[in-house]
Nanobody, 123 residues
Framework: QAQLVESGGGLAQPGDSLRLSCAASGRIFSSHIMGWFRQAPGKEREFVAA????????YYADPVKERFTISRDRAKNTVYLQMSSLKSDDTAIYYC????????????????WGQGTQVTVSS
């Protein structure tokens, strides 16, 4: 299974954009659903967005679906999360993981979590 490494986090101001990357060191199977989750201090891990590796179909959490875009680069074995119009509520550690269940938004259905990348949105 692929090892997943997130990067691209940092400090942003409200309204800014950031792009996160999730690089896989091994094979990503065509059946895999690649997902982004986030966890804010004192809160449970929550679903952000996911993409089916084989055909690029996507789905999003309601709070981000007009602002965030998940995409993939097959040649680079990498999944991206383009975040725009950032808000303070977007502050969290962002994680990627994979699942075999398209449509799932449940962390328990995802495996092989990366170490996370911190996103802080503050003026």
């Amino acid at each position: 299974q692929a090892q997943l490494v997130e990067s691209g986090g940092g400090l942003a101001q409200p309204g800014d954009s950031l792009r996160l990357s999730c690089a896989a060191s091994g094979r990503i199977f065509s059946s895999h659903i690649m997902g982004w989750f986030r966890q804010a201090p004192g809160k449970e891990r929550e679903f952000v967005a996911a993409l089916k590796w084989s055909d690029g179909r996507t789905y999003y959490a309601d709070p981000v679906k007009e602002r965030f875009t998940i995409s993939r680069d097959r040649a680079k074995n990498t999944v991206y999360l383009q975040m725009s119009s950032l808000k303070s509520d977007d502050t969290a550690i962002y994680y990627c993981a994979h699942s075999s269940q398209y449509g799932s938004r449940t962390p328990a259905d995802f495996r092989n979590w990366g170490q996370g990348t911190q996103v802080t949105v503050s003026s």
